[in-house]
């Protein structure tokens, strides 16, 4: 009976501590989440600012010459840069790489222990 309550015992510290990392990449992911939401978010307000900006330098530059065709070119210059930068999200989005990895990782590990485990209990000891 000592040994069915030493069993439990560890498979409940083998819960426990899995959790607290499950809990842990919860809270580190939600942290990157919102880092790069916040980051995200400034770079596509500075850049549109600036791109504006940009524009009307280069269109106000070239206004006695060429206006039409400077106009665009910077449409086409900056569809090229939107259609990049939504080819690169797409990209991010299908990397392998999934949420919670080393809890998966270390439950993969534990799943394996215990098979490994229960296969070297049920073989019959063999003495010479």
């Known amino acids: 009976m000592s ?4 069993l439990a015992a ?3 510290a083998i819960f426990q501590t899995r959790l607290e990392l499950l809990a842990t990449e919860v ?4 942290q990157r989440l919102l880092a790069v939401l916040g980051w995200g978010a400034v770079a596509i307000l500075m850049g549109t600012v600036a791109s504006v900006f940009l524009a009307g330098f280069i269109t106000v530059l070239f206004w ?6 400077v106009l665009g070119l910077l449409t086409l ?3 090229a840069v939107c259609l990049w930068a939504v080819k ?3 990209a991010i989005v299908a990397s392998p ?8 990782a270390e439950l993969q590990d534990d ?4 098979l490994a485990a229960a296969k070297g209990s049920s073989e019959p000891d063999q003495k010479g």
């Open 3 to 6: 040994s069915v309550q030493g």
């Open 64 to 69: 006695d010459t060429h206006p039409l065709l």
């Open 88 to 90: 690169r999200v797409q």
């Open 111 to 114: 799943h394996d222990a215990l």
């Open 97 to 104: 790489e999934g949420m919670l990895a080393a809890t998966l």
């Open 77 to 79: 210059a900056f569809a």
């Open 10 to 12: 560890t498979l409940m």
């Open 27 to 30: 809270e580190e992911e939600k």
